[in-house]
């Protein structure tokens, strides 16, 4: 079965950089899966920012973090990136990588299948 395993947060001053890793396995690279990343404070709703074909060139961001923030893969790897740049307190949250098999990139939790974890990353000002 698919899993996914996210690293690479941490606490950053505003203004600076984090790259997150997703770590997938139960795939094979002629298959195409949808990666997107999530994130979620306390309070808030769960939101979708960014998705990647792992087959496909297929890429959609959240107006929220386009410019700033930027989704890349690694397929031999089967590691799927996203490089935060600028960050800012309203940032900070947890942050989660999912994957579903069907066609089409999204960013509604709801439709995906396979999740990690989480990686928590703080920004302060």
């Known amino acids: 079965q698919v899993q996914l395993v996210e690293s690479g947060g941490g606490s950053v001053q505003a203004g600076g950089s984090l790259r997150l890793s997703c770590a997938g396995s139960?795939?094979?690279?002629?298959?195409?899966?949808?990666v997107t990343w999530f994130r979620q404070a306390p309070g808030k709703e769960r939101e979708g920012i960014a998705c990647?074909?792992?087959?496909?060139?297929?890429?959609i961001y959240a107006d929220s973090v386009k410019g700033r923030f930027t989704i890349s893969q690694d397929k031999g790897k089967k590691e799927v990136y996203l490089q935060m740049n600028n960050l800012m307190p309203e940032d900070t949250a947890m942050y989660y990588c999912?994957?579903?098999?069907?066609?089409?990139?999204?960013?509604?939790?709801?439709?995906?299948?396979?999740w990690g974890q989480g990686t928590q990353v703080t920004v302060s000002s």
């Open positions: 999912a994957a579903k098999s069907t066609t089409t990139c999204s960013l509604s939790p709801g439709v995906y299948r396979y």
């Open positions: 139960g795939y094979t690279y002629n298959t195409d899966y949808r």
């Open positions: 990647i074909s792992t087959k496909y060139v297929s890429i």
